[in-house]
């Protein structure tokens, strides 16, 4: 593994745009900090950051949890988690770096004092550790607690870039709001409290390559662009498929279900960045514009009843092992309803993309683990070829395969060796890991360096956020209308029934990932 020299370092020619920009000294305040995303992405990227030497000399972490513990405790946990979490090698030196910039805040929520002392000690560590004042506030939190957070921290004033004299940015987890009224109203908390340029929403999918690599594909090529509407495109499939189950977090997410899981956020996203027009830049404000417009071009069918299929797990069998039902997990009701698979079609309302349906599916205890958008192109017009020497012609497609084996591939049709003129399917295959030496951060690293530069290019927009629960909410209000709850699947098949014959209605198929 070849290491970016550390901060500081001569030989880094500031110029040079290629080399990610170190940002300016700061803190990085995690509320929730001994929680399962601090240990499992959070602290191991801030490691990764120091071992590439993309931290400023200045850089403190700060916790602040529940937990009744000291810095020694915070700082031996963030190690271990660093430690099994990082992905690139483990170096004792980088650590005792960070280490020396960690800190420990025990508190509860409604704890005025604790959030007094926060304020303090950000005033002190400016003295002591040379932040400049500088903090970003991870609410790493369950969305309930957010309003009393973003309260306290106005009270305090460690919100208001005024008063510190310094930049002070919020980052806010996915689930952004329940609904579309309950977004807007976290919108307006949140913009009370900061200003609008100084808010972070995390969508970690922005932050992988492959996501970022698709605008690369569509916009710093000829060959697609031209062909990237309806007069050539069939349809669009996405499909994030997990065949973990709900990795012990039943209370979120029988709160919660597969759509406001992930369909409202990721893979809305990734039909946003697919389905957008060229942004005249790739600054925050140019890419927000194109996302927000085409999401407000996006419509549900008529009937959705056939077009928004949901599906929960039952008991199977994946990779040689019996697996659970939903209903079983622990925490889980015996009647519950949620969905843990869903399905849905969307079409986009623009002259680009009049007549093309947008297939969206994601599901647990799929059978495997695979992200992908699949551009499905329209048959060729005409083939000059007699009928039995391309019955194995499919359509020509393009799958961006964002996880795992990152990369392209590329169907089309070909001539079969041989003294007769059949013709079949082939794939071109792109990877990553072939392709390039270097390996790809990992989302949170990318997206956490984002924030300590104030980029918010990969961050949706209030906007963006609204626009996708404008879509879902008559999805969620027409499931609860239901008598009956999602129909059940085995685990380790590609979810119910009911999502085949969605796309069997429209004489379409699902591509087996
Ligand atoms: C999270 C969801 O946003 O994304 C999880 O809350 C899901 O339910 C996870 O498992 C998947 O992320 P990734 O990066 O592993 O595809």
Redesign the pocket.
């Known amino acids: 593994m070849t290491l970016l020299p550390p901060a500081g370092n001569p030989l880094r020619d500031p110029r040079d745009r290629r080399l990610p920009r170190v940002p300016p000294p700061c803190a990085l305040v995690v509320f929730g900090a001994t929680g399962d995303l601090s240990r499992k992405k959070l602290i191991p990227a801030v490691y990764d950051l120091a071992n590439r030497g993309l931290l400023p000399p200045g850089f403190v972490l700060v916790g602040f949890a529940r937990r009744d513990w000291g810095d020694g405790e915070f700082e031996h946990m963030a190690r271990e988690a660093a430690k099994r979490g990082a992905r690139t090698e483990w170096r004792e030196e980088v650590w005792h770096r960070v280490a020396e910039g960690t800190k420990f805040l025990p508190g509860s929520f409604d704890d005025d004092a604790a959030f007094d002392k926060l304020a303090q000690l950000l005033k002190d560590l400016d003295l002591t550790h040379g932040t400049g004042g500088n903090a970003a506030f991870y609410l790493s939190i369950p969305p309930s607690a957010f309003p009393t957070v973003l309260r306290q921290m106005a009270r305090t004033g460690m919100a208001d870039n005024h008063v510190t004299k310094s930049w002070r940015r919020v980052v806010v987890e996915?689930p952004f709001g329940h609904d579309l009224q309950s977004a807007i109203e976290l919108n307006r908390l949140v913009d009370e409290v900061f200003t609008a340029k100084d808010v972070f929403r995390i969508d970690?999918y922005l932050g992988k390559e492959t996501v970022q690599n698709l605008l690369a594909l569509r916009f710093a090529n000829e060959l697609f662009e031209p062909i990237w509407n309806s007069n050539h495109i069939d349809s669009v499939q996405v499909t994030?498929a997990?065949d973990?189950g709900i990795s012990g977090r039943a209370a979120f997410y029988e709160q919660t279900g597969a759509a406001r899981?992930?369909l409202q956020n990721?893979l809305l996203q990734l039909l946003a960045l697919t389905a957008m027009d060229e942004p005249v830049n790739f600054d925050a404000e140019s890419l927000r514009t194109e996302k927000v417009k085409v999401l407000g071009a996006v419509q549900l069918p008529k009937d959705l009843r056939h077009y928004a299929v949901r599906g929960q797990y039952d008991q199977g069998w994946l990779a040689g092992e019996r697996v659970r039902a939903y209903r079983a997990e622990e925490g889980v009701a015996p009647d519950s309803r949620t969905e843990t698979f869903a399905a849905v079609r969307f079409e986009v309302d623009t002259r680009r993309w009049a007549g093309v349906p947008f297939y969206l599916r994601t599901g647990k205890r799929l059978p495997r683990r695979v992200?992908e958008i699949a551009v499905i192109f329209k048959k060729a017009p005409h083939l000059p070829f007699a009928q039995t020497d391309t019955e194995e012609l499919g359509n020509n497609q393009l799958v961006v395969r964002v996880?795992p084996d990152e990369g392209l591939t590329l169907r089309f049709g070909s001539k079969v060796p041989g003294s007769t003129m059949e013709v079949r399917d082939v794939a071109m295959d792109f990877l990553y890991g072939e392709a390039f030496t270097e390996n790809s951060p990992e989302?949170y690293e990318r997206l956490l360096l984002d924030v300590l530069l104030g980029d918010a290019s990969l961050f949706p927009a209030n906007e963006e956020v609204e626009q996708s629960w404008r879509v879902i909410d008559p999805i969620e209000q027409l499931w609860a209308s239901l008598p009956d709850g999602p129909e059940l699947y085995r685990a380790g098949e590609w979810g119910p029934k009911g999502g085949f014959e969605m796309l069997a209605r429209d004489g379409r198929a699902w591509r087996r990932p």
């Open positions: 996915k970690h994030m997990e973990v899981d992930v990721h992200t996880q989302a």
